[in-house]
């Protein structure tokens, strides 16, 4: 098993070259761009790759057109040519969408056509589709679910849609397959000094309880809105406190059956009632409806929605859909929270946090600890080169030639893929590795069947054995997206899971008490405040 392997290569008395602390987007893209510069990494995950942030993202892999409009040239095209990358390196996860932005206001269709006409332009050669003028016709045809009254138009555009948890994972097996050690169910609790600098860390197996020394020239905090959690590890006593680098985001997503918006096209509303933008994006069979952007000054593990934002994302889609959905239609929500990056040390500019920085912040402590935040999935591989480019400008890491990542193809990366993320999950979201899936037992038995796609007894197994699974919420919410699409459904499954899961991964794994965990977890994500 991977896990086996990875605790006996903590267990040696061997120096690693790079530790990082987090396995969401940014801390697996540092592991890869360091193993595959032939770094000896190890990463370290408290619970599950991407539990947190990095799997609640609204599954859009993009330039940002909001940046824009703001003037962001430099981070657009920075954007544009990262999210070219991802869609060469995993096609099985990360595709095309066309959106379309309707007009109901006699200017707003050449104003915003404009714009993305400018985006295409940045795009160049990368692009995906030629943004199209729309007539009201035209655009009632790609979303028939729109409202009519009032209609003048509307704008059709190209970005990409991925998945957000299962790219998390491959990037995780692909370090893996560099040679890295990734373990995910392991928290860091102390960070090691000698004569002042940073030269390792403690880490505690959270299923066995085993403590582990693991020695590191160099260790990157990369655990998103936690971040200065970590920092605060690295204060010696009577120091004072470090100033916070995190001003945390929330943002709500609301899940509803695909009825609502019938069609492979996305709606984007790039200006609501309150000046946010709203997305109804077709996925996995359902419609995905957000998001907010609220201040939040507490961290929990999992985030709850304010009301106010329930009701601000009913209200918007009732303005522009046909048939307005409702709280009983609702069938998962989920919120992320951002690690947006104070504008200085201070904390000055509280308050609006659509207003603070996107882009990402490393930094570079006195002990040596390397703290990086902020970004977004996009350009997660971006973001990776340049902190091992201010590790090694710090001495921390030894030179090593440029990254390797840019036409690193992902773990089960096939060509091309002819299928698409807005019908049911299934199985070619397994890439060139769906026959090793159909070669497990339960490949023909399905626990849950949407469509052409769903969940197999075979893909149970599957994430037991290769993509590092250890319970019930890591298969139902990150390996399969279940929890995610229809919290109700994926409760119906937690015990049949969580036995096909004892099977494969033994009598020390403790079935009832998995499932029982995950059942009062997909209750919360039912929970409309």
């Known amino acids: 098993m991977i896990r086996a392997e990875q605790l006996e290569r903590l267990r040696e008395d061997k120096a690693f070259d790079l530790a990082v602390i987090g396995g969401g987007a940014t801390g697996l893209g540092v592991a890869l761009d360091a193993a595959a510069r032939g770094l000896e990494v190890v990463l370290l995950e408290a619970v599950d790759f991407a539990k947190g942030t990095s799997s609640r993202a609204t599954k859009l892999v993009h330039g940002g057109v909001r940046y ?12 544009l040519s990262e999210r070219a990358k ?81 790219l998390a994972l491959a990037l995780a097996r692909t370090a893996h397959a560099q040679g890295a050690c990734v373990l995910n169910h392991c928290r860091v609790t102390t960070l090691l000094r000698e004569g002042g600098r940073l030269r390792g860390l403690i880490a505690q197996d959270t299923e ?108 918007e889609a009732a303005r522009y859909l046909t048939r307005p959905p409702e709280r009983a239609d609702v069938r998962s929500v989920w919120v992320g929270l951002r690690p947006l990056v104070r504008p200085d040390a201070e904390g000055e ?27 977004k999935w996009t350009t997660y591989r971006a973001m990776a080169e340049d902190v091992l480019q201010r590790c090694m400008q710090a001495q921390l890491l030894p030179d090593r ?62 994430a037991a054995r290769f993509e590092m699974a250890r319970t019930v919420e890591d298969m139902l919410a990150r390996r399969c997206r279940l929890l995610f699409l229809d919290a109700a459904k994926a409760a119906a499954l937690a015990d049949e899971v969580s036995w096909l899961l004892r099977e494969e991964l033994g009598t020390g794994f403790d079935a009832d008490a998995s499932a029982a965990a995950f059942k009062a977890l997909a209750a919360q994500y039912l929970r409309l405040p």
């Open 68 to 79: 824009l409009a703001q003037g962001n040239i430099a981070l657009v095209r920075e954007a």
């Open 401 to 462: 030639p440029a990254s390797a990542t840019a036409f690193l193809p992902l773990t089960g990366a096939p060509k091309r893929s002819g299928e698409s993320l807005t019908q049911s999950p299934g199985e070619h979201l397994y890439g060139t590795e769906v026959e090793a899936l159909h070669a497990l037992p339960g490949a023909a038995r399905w626990l849950w069947r949407d469509g052409g796609g769903g969940l197999s007894e075979a893909m149970v197994r599957f």
């Open 349 to 375: 500019g509280e308050g609006d946090t659509k207003a603070i920085s996107r882009e990402h912040s490393v930094r570079v402590a006195r002990s040596g600890l390397v703290t990086v935040t902020g970004g």
């Open 208 to 315: 066995g309880g085993e403590e582990f020394t693991v020695r590191a020239g160099c260790v990157v905090n990369a655990t998103g809105v936690w971040v200065d959690a970590v920092r605060a590890m690295d204060i010696e006593s009577g120091a004072a406190a470090h100033a916070p680098m995190v001003a945390p985001s929330q943002g709500v997503h609301l899940v509803v059956d695909r009825e609502f918006l019938p069609t492979d096209h996305a709606l984007l509303v790039p200006k609501t009632s309150d000046g946010r933008v709203l997305f109804a994006v077709p996925w996995f069979g359902k419609t995905l409806l957000g998001t907010t952007d609220t201040p939040r000054s507490d961290l929990p593990l999992e985030p709850m929605p304010f009301h106010d934002e329930v009701e601000f994302i009913l209200a």
């Open 86 to 166: 991802l869609l060469a390196n995993a096609p099985h996860l990360v595709q095309p969408i066309a959106f379309v932005m309707p007009s109901y206001r006699w200017w707003e269709r050449s104003f915003y056509g404009i714009g993305l006409t400018m985006y295409d332009a940045l795009a160049g050669r990368r692009g995906l589709g030629d943004t199209q003028f729309l007539s009201a016709a035209q655009t009632l045809a790609l979303l028939p679910a729109l409202r009519r009254d009032g209609l003048s138009g509307g704008v059709k555009y190209w970005d990409g849609q991925f998945d957000d948890a299962r």
